[in-house]
């Protein structure tokens, strides 16, 4: 099956800065990529997502970028506020066309940003 | 958008006794259901896939005569832990995929805390 790895566990930026989360997956036949935010005790929101045939996606601060061919793909965040603080996580698929399709999840990442 | 909705919130149960939580699609027909389960700081983790109207999935090492998973309409699945031990503490959360391009969404968890 699918296994998605997700680097690093944890990040620390200063307001402003940066925030780059990476993540690989093992099943050349996923298409699906999406990204979730989560905040303590939610549910996990979806921010970004991205399908194989598209290399990058933007939506005002977030960006996700997606190598097929080395099975990689990352989630960028500019300007950071202390908003953004969350654990994200990453996720792959098959996407059936059928709209019913199983995620696989990365381990997370806490992100902390620091005014 | 598509909305899930999940209940109870929160539930505290003695050990030994059952609890069933609800996952309600609300606005779309969700002809796929999955249950997560997700520990203190770590990653959702796949316990098992319902599609009305058939048996769940269960995933490797999830007992299904402990956590019993009823899809029985394209708005409704439960999810029953039977004889709960504190061991099954945790928060769960469902998911829930549709046709017509309805996207994967996830309910708003339920904490349980078995004492």
């Known amino acids: 099956g699918e296994n998605v790895e997700q680097h690093p566990s944890t990040l620390s930026v200063q307001e402003g800065d940066s925030a780059v989360i990476k993540c690989t997956y093992s099943d050349s036949a996923s298409n699906y990529f999406p990204w979730y935010k989560q905040e303590l005790g939610k549910r996990p929101q979806l921010i970004i997502d991205i399908r194989s045939n598209v290399g990058e996606k933007k939506d005002q601060r977030i960006a996700v970028t997606l190598n097929k061919t080395a099975k990689h793909f990352s989630l960028h965040i500019t300007e950071t506020q202390p908003e953004d603080s969350a654990v994200y996580f990453c996720a792959a698929s098959k996407d059936s066309g059928a709209g019913s399709y199983q995620l696989t999840f990365g381990k997370g990442t806490k992100l902390s940003v620091i005014p | 958008g598509a909305v899930v909705s999940q209940h109870p919130s929160r539930v505290i149960c003695k050990s030994g006794t059952s609890v069933k939580i609800e996952c309600r699609s609300l606005?779309?027909?969700?002809?796929?259901m999955f249950w997560y389960r997700q520990f203190p700081k770590k990653s959702l983790m796949l316990m098992a896939t319902s599609n009305e109207g058939s048996k769940a999935t269960y995933e490797q090492g999830v007992e299904k005569d402990k956590f019993l998973i009823n899809h029985a309409s394209l708005t409704l699945s439960t999810l029953t832990v039977t004889s709960a031990h504190p061991e099954d503490s945790s928060f769960y959360i469902c998911s829930a995929t549709g046709t017509g391009g309805y996207g994967y969404t996830f309910g708003s968890g339920t904490r349980l805390t078995v004492v």
């Open positions: 606005d779309f027909q969700a002809t796929t």
